[in-house]
């Protein structure tokens, strides 16, 4: 047995280590389109001084360590490109408060997303998160850190926006908390009115340390949850339609999506618009507001409100569970989107490009935006399905995602959970003082370049 | 991709997207899986299986020890494929898991556990391996009669024969159906293993045998209706035998009670206590029987009946299905299914924990001990509850 496996065993214990052939296998890849690469160990620490360990020991041998959730990013964000640790952060799955009065949570960085759904359902049930659509095995720490969105994002911002603190294992292996739970027992703020350090490890992907708690904002769960859904087949059309719809300030997330399957859905363009009340008058009151916003439309019998009796409880499903559907369209098991976060008004060009890239690829499309803060942006996602079982079709994929990038780039787009390929892109094209100074926080923060190395890696 | 070994499914094993919704209950409260709670690798969830079957079939993995535990971990309780968000190919997530099993054990790669289960049922006729001549002593002083023309064979099973918890459930029932007035026998040292966990663990020529053997002496003596005290067994004459020249009608005995007490065959006082039900895979999710059971605890005057937050179609398995009754694969640390589910029962506040399974009943009643919850938390069958509460 080696030195580190027999080290990392005296800190997990046995059954929290594996360099068995299965695990090495299974947590070299992700289910989307990049290829695998093996790490050397896998691990699954329980406590933040369990994780402290295995960085410590990381950094003494110079071992590389790449702390994974759920795995589902798609962009291969814990594939572990220099080999190294895996480190497993499901075991670390504990809520730890709920400060209802304060409306925020804290809990260890594994802790899911159903978990923490569930658990406010249960405990506090006038609160909710941002729930993400990602499988609800996604943890809140991947989350907040590849800057993940959720159904109130159009509300509230990104969901690292909603973090109210956080507990970081440096690469050195100090322990280090963020924002106001570094200066007292609260968890109510991650930088504000202090210089916000967050932002040191959010969105880094775990190349500057590991999060080990997090403070996560909660929100009003209103009694009641109503969907209206507008269509369009004129796509010119769908930047006003989201100017007006967001300028009610009534709509907690508004989506836009357009597919070819089944046909039903073809040439059009459907807005997909949620809204909350405590009562019936107020949902009928924003019912009204949404409905009269986009009455000259109809009036101009360029599109209408679709029934959305049969698939009501579809669209109001949190986590949607039938989107992983579009994995299986092509009997294959599995799709990847580029996910890039760009202006509203430029919504008409990407829609383009999505049909555009499925016919020079030959693969299968669906899109589906989101809106961001009000519609200060939204997220364009450009998916395409493939067939696990069909490696050209899946080298397609791969080939038209890398072609959306860049043509997101040259939209002045920015990458939402960038790949390693797409980071370069990104830093090919940064300011350079920008540049540099993701150099210095990187380099100071992780000297010896053993944080998830192989993103983020910035050249000076 | 060349594959190199072949299972009947093999086909959708690549459509598995590892979204891991299979390991979850429909309220996403806890993890539903027992094998991926116990080891808390992503390999020993329902996505890890499926990832690891193909890469296995196509050689990118070898056979190993730790693949066959992997493998012989999974429980069989159904709830990947009840959980799975693919319409078209969850149904067959379990075939895959048990093909994958029989193909191990085709290729003589079989964990010592499960080894051993097979080679005490072949040679002894039951896991226990226990003289066939004691394979009905259980029901002395029951009062029930060999089968010979009776309406009704009322099945025991291997762990309602031989073990003690598993014989206690059996004599109440026994008893209770007697006391009723129903015509029924018992084949006593005729009966034979009912092969549904080692079809379960891939052992399909032993199965065949099995279950071959049983439909020959169940039609040799007549039988018609049978009722049996395992869920298992339930599950298996249902669902394999027909295909096998086996079609009987067959009901579990919750069944049988409840139709009973509604009937007032069976009548009862007033016991005032507060009850929780554990639902066994193979009764719920296998058989989707889920009344019965509860219509039966309801039915008992004073007595407060009480949901685990886990329940029904959600609920948590013991740990004793798919033949890790046995195997023990799954161990008995401290996240293994039963200790896990006794204390789900226990934060109910119940004293009972009502069962409707020999395995699940062994399960928890060793799981209560383990919890030292014995002053809190009784684990009893539904027939021995109404034992207390029959005038």
């Given at each position: ?35 695998p ?102 943890t ?14 159009n ?28 200066i ?141 559907d ?42 589906a ?8 942006a ?17 080298e ?65 | ?13 690549h ?51 730790r ?13 990947c ?40 049922v ?31 064979l ?36 005729e ?71 509604k ?13 929780t ?66 204390r ?14 020999p395995n ?32």
């Amino acid at each position: 047995m080696s030195d580190i496996l027999q080290s990392l065993i005296d800190i997990v214990g046995e059954k929290g280590v594996s360099n068995e052939p299965e695990e090495l296998w299974f947590y070299s890849r992700d289910p989307g389109v990049l290829a695998p690469h093996k790490p050397d160990y896998v691990v699954a620490p329980k406590t933040t001084e369990e994780v402290q360990k295995i960085v410590q020991l990381a950094g003494r041998e110079k071992i590389p360590v790449v702390p994974m959730g759920n795995g589902m990013s798609l962009a291969g964000l814990v594939i572990p490109l220099k080999g190294g640790i895996v480190l497993d952060m499901k075991r670390m799955n504990k809520i730890l408060e709920v400060n209802p009065m304060g409306r925020y949570a804290v809990m260890e960085g594994g802790t899911s997303q159903g978990a923490l759904k569930s658990y406010l359902q249960k405990n506090h049930p006038t609160l909710r998160h941002s729930l993400p659509d990602a499988p609800p095995t996604t943890t809140i720490a991947a989350n907040v850190s590849l800057h993940g969105q959720g159904r109130l994002t159009n509300q509230y911002g990104f969901n690292s926006d909603m973090v109210t603190g956080l507990e970081m294992v440096l690469p050195t292996g100090e322990i280090c908390r963020i924002g106001s739970p570094s200066i007292g027992p609260y968890w109510f703020s991650k930088g504000p009115t202090l210089p916000d350090l967050s932002g040191l490890f959010l969105g880094w992907l775990g190349a500057t340390g590991i999060i080990t708690k997090v403070g996560l904002k909660l929100f009003p769960n209103k009694k009641i949850r109503d969907v209206e859904l507008f269509v369009t087949d004129r796509v010119e059309l769908v930047p006003q339609i989201l100017y007006k719809l967001t300028h009610l300030e009534v709509c907690e997330d508004i989506n836009v999506w357009f597919q070819p399957k089944p046909q039903m859905f073809l040439g059009n363009f459907h807005v997909t618009i949620f809204f909350t009340g405590d009562t019936e008058d107020e949902i009928e009151f924003k019912r009204k507001m949404i409905w009269d916003s986009l009455q000259e439309h109809m009036d101009a019998k360029d599109g209408g409100f679709m029934s959305v009796q049969y698939m009501k409880s579809t669209l109001l499903e949190m986590p949607g569970r039938t989107i992983a559907d579009f994995a299986d369209v092509p009997k294959g098991g599995g799709f990847e989107y580029s996910g890039p976060i760009a202006l509203i008004e430029h919504y008409p060009q990407y829609a383009a490009k999505v049909v555009e890239l499925a016919q020079k690829y030959n693969v299968l499309y669906a899109s589906a935006a989101r809106l961001i803060s009000g519609g200060h942006a939204m997220m364009f996602s450009i998916s395409f399905a493939f067939n696990r079982d069909d490696a050209a079709m899946m080298e397609r994929v791969e080939k038209a995602l890398d072609e959306a990038m860049t043509f997101a780039l040259d939209m002045g787009g920015i990458p939402w959970k960038p790949n390693h390929k797409e980071q370069k892109m990104l830093l090919e094209r940064m300011e350079p003082n920008a540049r540099k100074l993701l150099l210095m926080i990187k380099k100071n923060l992780d000297p010896q370049g053993i944080m998830n190395p192989g993103n983020w890696e910035v050249n000076a | 991709m060349t594959t190199i070994r072949h299972i009947e499914h093999e086909q959708i094993v690549h459509r598995c997207f590892r979204c891991g919704y299979c390991k979850y209950p429909s309220d996403y409260s806890d993890f539903n899986c027992p094998s991926y709670k116990a080891f808390g690798w992503d390999t020993f969830a329902p996505g890890g299986r499926m990832w690891l079957t193909r890469a296995w079939l196509h050689g990118e993995i070898e056979t190993s020890a730790r693949f066959a535990e992997i493998m012989f971990s999974c429980v069989a309780c159904d709830n990947c494929k009840d959980q799975c968000v693919f319409p078209k190919f969850k149904d067959f997530l379990p075939d895959i898991f048990q093909e994958t099993r029989a193909e191990l054990v085709g290729e003589g790669r079989i964990p010592p556990g499960v080894r051993d289960y097979f080679k005490a049922v072949a040679v002894s006729g039951n896991p226990y391996k226990l003289p066939q001549s004691e394979r009905g002593d259980w029901a002395k002083g029951t009062g029930l009669k060999p089968y010979t023309n009776q309406k009704y064979l009322f099945y025991a099973g291997s762990v309602g024969s031989y073990d003690e918890v598993g014989k206690r459930m059996a004599q109440s029932v026994g008893k209770m159906l007697v006391d009723a007035g129903l015509s029924v026998g018992i084949l006593g040292a005729e009966e034979g293993c009912d092969g549904n966990d080692v079809r379960a663990l891939g052992e399909m020529g032993l199965f065949a045998q099995l279950a071959q053997a049983n439909i020959d002496t169940f039609k040799a003596k007549g039988v018609k209706e049978i009722i049996t005290l395992d869920p298992h067994a339930l599950n298996t004459f249902k669902k394999d035998y027909p295909a096998l020249g086996g079609k009987f009608k067959v009901q579990h005995y919750s069944e049988v009670l409840a139709e009973l007490i509604k009937k007032k065959k069976i009548k009862l006082k007033a016991y005032p206590v507060k009850i929780t039900y554990h639902d066994p895979c193979y009764l719920g999710r296998h058989q989707q029987i889920y009344s019965a059971p509860r219509e039966i605890l309801k039915a008992i005057p004073k007595a407060e009946f009480v949901e685990m937050h886990r329940h029904g179609a959600n609920a948590f398995c013991c740990g004793g299905g798919g033949g890790n009754f046995f195997t023990d694969i799954l161990g008995t640390a401290e996240d293994s299914a039963s200790r896990v589910r006794v204390r789900e029962a226990a934060e109910t506040g119940a004293s009972i924990l009502a069962v409707a399974c020999p395995n699940c009943a062994k399960m928890l009643t060793d799981a209560v001990k383990m919890e030292n919850l014995e002053d809190r938390l009784e684990v009893l069958g539904l027939a021995e509850i109404l034992e207390r509460a029959r005038k």
